[in-house]
C-alpha cells in the first residue's frame, strides 16, 4: 500500500475553482491508479474520477464531467484535482486513493489505500 496525504480543500463560493493535490509515499506511486471519490453528509462515498499508472486514460462520473480535470505527476508522486464553475452539491469531503489495479482503475471496489480526507465546501 502507499501513504496518501490530501490538501487544498477550503470554503469557495458558487462558480469558484479549487485545486486538491495528494501527495503519496511508500511503494512505487506510478504503479497505481489513482482516484478521487468523496461523501458528502447523509451520502455514501463515490469515486468520482480516476487515471491510469501512466496518465493516459482518465475517467470521469457524469455530475463531474467538463468541470474537473485528474491529473498526475509521477516525477513527484502527486496526483491533482482541479474543480472549477463548483456547485453548493460538490460539497463533501474529498479523498484520494490507490489502485494496484490498473485495468479497473474505473472502478471504486480496486481501491486499497485512502488518504485522511479534505473538506471543500462551496457556497451559494
Known amino acids: 500500500q502507499v501513504q496518501l496525504v490530501e490538501s487544498g480543500g477550503g470554503l469557495v463560493q458558487a462558480g469558484g475553482s479549487l485545486r486538491l493535490s495528494c501527495v503519496a509515499s511508500?511503494?512505487?506511486?506510478?504503479?497505481?491508479?489513482m482516484g478521487w471519490f468523496r461523501q458528502a453528509p447523509g451520502k455514501e462515498r463515490e469515486l468520482i474520477c480516476a487515471i491510469t499508472a501512466g496518465g493516459g486514460n482518465k475517467y470521469y462520473v457524469d455530475s463531474v464531467k467538463g468541470r474537473f480535470t485528474i491529473s498526475r505527476d509521477n516525477a513527484k508522486n502527486t496526483v491533482y484535482l482541479q474543480m472549477n464553475s463548483l456547485k453548493p452539491e460538490d460539497t463533501a469531503v474529498y479523498y484520494c486513493a490507490a489502485s494496484p489495479n490498473n485495468y479497473y482503475y474505473f472502478q471504486a471496489r480496486t481501491y486499497d489505500s485512502w488518504g485522511q480526507g479534505t473538506q471543500v465546501t462551496v457556497s451559494s
Open positions: 511508500g511503494r512505487t506511486f506510478n504503479a497505481y491508479a
